[in-house]
């Protein structure tokens, strides 16, 4: 079955770093977009980034210099770089990978990983 696990969390504080590993199997990892969304108490998952199947990355402005996600296909494995974090920036993080076309049409999530940011 498809398994998505994260791993990297932990408590940091402002202006740390942080590096969260997401390692997939199950899936042909190679053809799937990969994700970050994060989710802190009380509020929706928004998303943090994403990188394509031709490494083409997206993230959000309010992460935008800060965060940047890469993908090794042979380790099947993602990760998120975090750099000058924020107490804004705690929350559980999940990896997600997507892919909408056939054949081997996916939606997957990892079980989280908790960043807590605070001094």
């Known amino acids: 079955q498809v398994q998505l696990v994260e791993s990297g969390g932990g408590l940091v504080q402002p202006g740390g770093s942080l590096r969260l590993s997401c390692e997939a199997s199950?899936?042909?990892?190679?053809?799937?977009?990969m994700a970050w969304y994060r989710q802190a108490p009380g509020k929706q998952r928004e998303l943090v980034a994403t990188?394509?199947?031709?490494?083409?990355?997206n993230l959000p402005d309010s992460v935008k210099g800060r965060f940047t996600i890469s993908r090794d296909n042979a380790k099947n494995t993602v990760y998120l770089q975090m750099n000058s974090l924020k107490p804004e920036d705690t929350a559980l993080y999940y990896c997600?990978?997507?892919?909408?076309?056939?054949?081997?049409?996916?939606?997957?999530w990892g079980q989280g990983t908790q960043v807590t940011v605070s001094s």
């Open positions: 997600n990978a997507k892919r909408t076309s056939r054949p081997f049409r996916g939606n997957y």
């Open positions: 199950g899936i042909i990892f190679g053809i799937y977009t």
């Open positions: 990188i394509d199947t031709n490494d083409i990355t």
